[in-house]
């Protein structure tokens, strides 16, 4: 079975700096989808960018990236110039693409914390 | 698009009744997930259906829990003989078919159980 670890329980960035979030995950399979999610205090998760496991290349979203190592299984979201509403739970999630099992695993989340 | 909608937002029940929440996807989107998240945890994957068909469910979901998609439209999610156990928020996806779909979620019904 696929599994997702986010080994940061908090993290705390100065407004205008750069983070980095860190996610792994295990699975036998070789194509998948990955993905980070935001969710404030409000609740609502919304996607943040999104990893398909045959690219090489890394995703960029804006103030978003990730750097996405597959042999090692890792697969990290980097946020650039950091703002205020940055604050929030993010998610790590991978997606498997085998035919019938289309559930998203999610990690247990790291709580960022943006420093004015 | 008015995004995934779940009704109610809060829902506060004596223990041993039941309680039914309702979810309406996005309406083109095929697939719908339920989740359950306590404080402090990421989503767990409850079931998840694809039009009216229930594809997976959690080995973790007791037989109190059911979940339909009657029409492949909307879905509802019955907890039956409530426990403290169960309080928590319930979250609703949809997504489309296809490789390149992103979940998209409700804003969840907060369920406690006093």
């Known amino acids: 079975a696929q599994t997702v670890t986010q080994s940061q329980p908090e993290m705390s960035v100065q407004e205008a700096e750069t983070v980095t979030l860190s996610c792994t995950y295990d699975?036998?399979?070789?194509?998948?989808?990955l993905f980070w999610y935001k969710q404030p205090p409000s609740r609502q998760m919304i996607l943040v960018i999104r990893?398909?496991?045959?690219?090489?290349q890394n995703a960029t979203e804006n103030r978003f990236s990730v750097n996405f190592q597959k042999a090692a299984k890792s697969f990290s979201l980097k946020i650039s110039d950091s703002q205020l509403g940055d604050a929030a739970m993010y998610f790590c999630?991978?997606?498997?693409?085998?035919?019938?099992?289309?559930?998203?695993?999610f990690g247990t989340g790291t709580r960022l914390k943006v420093l004015a | 698009d008015t995004g995934v909608s779940q009704d109610p937002r809060h829902k506060i029940t004596k223990r041993g009744q039941n309680v039914t929440f309702r979810c309406d996807p996005i309406?083109?989107?095929?697939?719908l997930y339920w989740y359950r998240q306590t404080l402090g945890q990421g989503p767990e994957f409850l079931t998840y259906?694809?039009?009216?068909?229930?594809?997976?469910k959690s080995r973790l979901l007791s037989d109190r829990f059911s979940a339909e998609r009657p029409k492949g439209s909307f879905s509802t999610l019955e907890i039956q003989r409530t426990e403290q156990g169960d309080s928590a928020m319930y979250l609703c996806?949809?997504?489309?078919?296809?490789?390149?779909?992103?979940?998209?979620f409700g804003q969840g019904t907060r369920l406690t159980v006093v």
């Open positions: 996806a949809s997504s489309r078919t296809g490789g390149h779909t992103e979940a998209f």
């Open positions: 699975t036998s399979e070789s194509d998948y989808y």
């Open positions: 259906f694809q039009n009216e068909a229930q594809l997976e």
């Open positions: 990893q398909e496991a045959y690219k090489q």
């Open positions: 999630a991978y997606r498997s693409t085998t035919s019938g099992t289309y559930k998203y695993i």
């Open positions: 309406s083109e989107h095929n697939r």
